[in-house]
Each structure stands twice: as structure tokens, then as C-alpha cells.
């Protein structure tokens, strides 16, 4: 099964040399899996129990995906993000990779990167001319998508994926976890300032935007599909059904409210949900369906539980682990490696809200930016602006790196001195030289 397993990896990272889609490669692995499971198993009842628990897991993710893609895709398509972007007026080369950061920081943080990615690609074609300039803000939306996916429960399907199952809670998260995330994309931003594609523009860049109007009602949209996805943790927290069942309802009503607002109106059935649905990244879901199914396998082989085992004996301490488990989401995709450690590490070794989960929480949201493959909103980008995967070694991944690492000394700094406050202030090294 390890064997198979990377195999099918092999070809999801190849997958643009191998003109195989990865989605496709995803299916096949993870149905070749189960077979060999179900062969394996004591008995083919015990690998059918295995696989149903499995898909009700899987299928959580999958359909909560589905449900937010197609809610932004309806606000997209009413022109909705308009408002955002009529709001970055700066046309300074440095103050436009600030800005274009940190916007896509906190709307990563409601959204989910892959989305906010796209929405801001999209955005930065209408605001500056194709250049390496471009280029480069594109990589800023990378990194800064999956920093500010990293800090809240609804911003990345791994935090999404770690919350569903009960190992982070919302409240707790977005505290401990902000201010890391918030330095991992400042850090990357700093040190781009610095560089000669961003000093030496010429300023002219003309408005494309201005031609683009609103749709009818396209306000409305925006606030009512934007209020759908921030009301989905308060839909757990008030129902405790899962996460899922608060996007339905946001689309429901969404889809209720378009129909209403354009009723009887021919010419607009772009605006309406069937056609938004056959608009949304349907394989980019197939291809979280096939990896998450492949994991459970194994995780129901116990395959992982011997990896945690081995991790454990050779690597000494939590934090080690799971900064481990971030350089890695670099290299392979970070859905199937926290769906690999929330398989390793089970609640009993490391409670809710523990260091652990939100380190790891942190780690592989982050991680991925160190190179293009390494995340949702990487390989949305690669696609879009049609970057390839040295270029982006070049130029983006040490800057990448240095915000990964300065984001978990943040983490570190910051939870140790959360531990140490209320006991004695003398007992803090840098408080005590005011004490004595």
C-alpha cells in the first residue's frame, strides 16, 4: 500500500511533465488502495466499515468545499470583489505589495486561500500590466493566502479539516495563532521591499477596472455571500452539526436570494447558481475526494500509526515534529499530510487545543508557500499566471522560508510566555532585569 501510495504521489507532483491530471491519478490511487485494503483486511466486512466511517469524514470536507467555492463564484460573478478592489487606489510599486498582502492576509482568513487566491489574481490582472512585477504580486498572494488561512477555522481546508474532526477550537486558534501568522507574511513582504523588481518600476499603471460595473444588486450579493461563510462557525458553535451543513445553508439562501433578485430576467442566467456551478474547480475537489480517501486507507492499514511511532522515537520534541511536518507540505500537498497526522496522532496523545495541533495548524498552512506545488493556492496561481516551478524557487522560496521560520519562533515566543505569566514575573529572563 506505501508503495502504491507513492506511486500515485510521484504522479500528482510530475502531473504537469506526465500530462496526466492529478485529479484522475487521485481517483485511481485512492480506489486501488481500498481494493488492496479490502483484500488485506481480516475480512472484506470489517474494510467496508472502515471505508463507510471514512467517506462520512471525506465527504464533510468535500461537499463544505463544494459549498464555498460556489458561493464566491456567485459573488464573482455579480462583480462583487469590486468593491474590494476599488478600494487599493495606491499605484506605488512598495505600498501596492503592502496593501495587495495584507488584503489578501484577512481575506484568506474568511475565505479560503485557493479562493481568495484566485479572487486576487484576478484583481491584480486588472490592476497591473503583465511584468515580473506581476509575477512577483502574484507570489505575495500565495504567501499571504496561506499565512492568513493558518489563524482562523474557516480560512484553509487543512484548519478547516483539524477543526471539523475537534482538534482546534475556533476561539483559541485565531488567539495563539495571528500574530505568528501575521509575521510569517510581514517578514517575506520586508524583504521583497527591498528588492530591485519592486523599486525600479515605472509608476504608470492605467485603471482597467473602471470599465467593469456592478451587477444589478451585485452589493447585496457580496454581503449576503460574504456573511454566509463567517456565519459557519457560529452555525456550529449554535447547532453543533458540522461545518458542512452551515455552508448548505448559506448557499441555500444564496441560491433562494438570486433567484428572487432575478426573476423572470432571461439575459441573466449567468448570475444564477446553476451556471456558477458549472463554473467552480468540480476536479480540485475529485482530487481532495481521491487524496483523502487514499490517507484513510492507510490509516486504517495502520500504516501511519507506525510512521507516528517511528517519528516519535527519532525526533525528540512536539515543536520539532511539527515544523518537520511543514518544510514537508512544501514538497507534498498539505491536505494529505494533516489528513496523514490527524491519522498518526489521535486526541488521546495530544488534547484539543494543544501546542501540537496548532502548531501543526500553523505549520502546514504556512509551509506550503516555500514552493509553488506545495498548496492549493500555489498551484492555482502557477496555473493562472502561468509561473513555473523554478522561477518561483528562485525568487520567492527563501523569502517564503524566512517568514515560516519567523512565525514559529512568534509561536514559540509567545506560548512560552503565555505559560509563564502567571507565575512569578521574575521567573521571565528579559522581565527580571527590571525586577532586580
Known amino acids: 500500500m506505501a508503495l502504491l501510495f507513492g506511486i500515485g504521489y510521484a504522479g500528482i507532483i510530475f502531473e504537469e511533465s506526465l500530462a496526466f491530471n492529478k485529479s484522475g491519478v487521485g481517483l485511481l490511487m485512492a480506489v486501488s488502495l481500498w481494493v488492496v485494503r479490502s483484500i488485506g483486511a481480516p475480512s472484506t466486512d470489517i474494510a467496508v466499515q472502515e471505508l463507510t466511517h471514512a467517506s462520512a469524514e471525506v465527504s464533510q470536507i468535500v461537499f463544505f468545499l463544494l459549498g464555498a467555492m460556489t458561493i464566491v463564484e456567485i459573488v464573482d460573478a455579480h462583480q462583487g470583489f469590486k468593491l474590494v478592489t476599488d478600494n487599493i487606489t495606491t499605484r506605488k510599486p512598495r505600498t501596492l505589495l503592502w496593501v495587495i498582502g495584507f488584503v489578501t492576509f484577512f481575506l484568506s482568513s474568511v475565505l479560503d486561500n485557493l ?6 489574481v484576478s484583481l491584480l490582472r486588472k490592476l497591473v500590466p503583465p511584468s515580473e512585477y506581476r509575477k512577483l ?28 474532526h475537534g482538534q ?3 476561539l483559541e486558534t485565531m488567539k495563539n495563532l495571528a500574530i505568528p501568522s501575521a509575521i510569517s507574511l510581514a517578514v517575506p513582504l520586508a524583504l521583497m521591499s527591498l528588492t530591485s523588481e519592486v523599486n525600479g518600476r515605472a509608476q504608470d499603471t492605467p485603471n482597467v477596472l473602471a470599465s467593469e460595473q456592478v451587477a444589478p444588486r451585485g452589493q447585496l450579493v457580496f454581503s449576503v455571500g460574504i456573511g454566509a461563510l463567517i ?11 458540522p461545518p458542512f451543513m452551515g455552508i448548505l445553508l448559506g448557499l441555500g439562501v444564496l441560491w433562494i436570494l438570486t433567484d428572487a433578485i432575478h426573476y423572470g430576467e432571461s439575459e441573466r442566467q449567468k448570475l444564477k447558481v446553476p451556471q456558477a456551478l458549472s463554473r467552480i474547480d468540480t476536479q480540485g475537489a475529485l482530487f481532495f475526494l481521491g487524496i483523502l480517501l487514499s490517507v484513510s486507507s492507510l490509516e486504517s492499514a495502520g500504516i501511519l500509526r507506525e510512521l507516528a511511532n ?9 515543536e520539532l515534529i511539527a515544523s518537520a511536518i511543514g518544510v514537508v507540505s512544501a514538497v507534498i500537498d498539505n491536505v494529505p499530510l494533516v489528513a496523514a497526522t490527524m491519522g498518526m496522532y489521535d486526541l488521546t496523545s495530544f488534547p484539543l487545543d494543544s501546542e501540537f495541533w496548532q502548531l501543526i495548524a500553523f505549520c502546514a498552512g504556512t509551509g506550503g508557500s516555500m514552493l509553488v506545488i506545495g498548496s492549493a493556492a500555489g498551484v492555482a496561481y502557477m496555473g493562472m499566471e502561468k509561473v513555473d ?3 518561483y524557487l528562485r525568487k520567492v522560496s527563501g523569502f517564503a522560508f524566512a517568514g515560516y521560520a519567523a512565525g514559529i519562533a512568534a509561536y514559540l515566543t509567545i506560548h512560552n510566555l503565555q505559560l509563564s505569566l502567571p507565575t512569578t514575573v521574575a521567573q521571565v529572563p528579559f522581565l527580571s532585569g527590571f525586577v532586580h
Not at 517511528?310 to 512536539?318: K, R, W
Open 115 to 120: 479562493t481568495s487566491t484566485i479572487v486576487m
Open 137 to 164: 504580486l502574484g507570489a505575495v498572494v500565495v504567501i499571504a493566502a496561506n499565512a492568513g488561512g493558518a489563524w482562523t477555522p474557516i480560512g484553509d481546508v487543512t484548519t478547516t479539516m483539524l477543526w471539523i
Open 168 to 170: 482546534i477550537s475556533t
Open 231 to 241: 456565519f459557519v462557525p457560529v452555525f456550529k458553535s449554535l447547532t453543533g452539526l
Open 310 to 318: 517511528y517519528l516519535d522515537a527519532h525526533i525528540p520534541n512536539v
Open 389 to 391: 516551478f523554478f522561477w
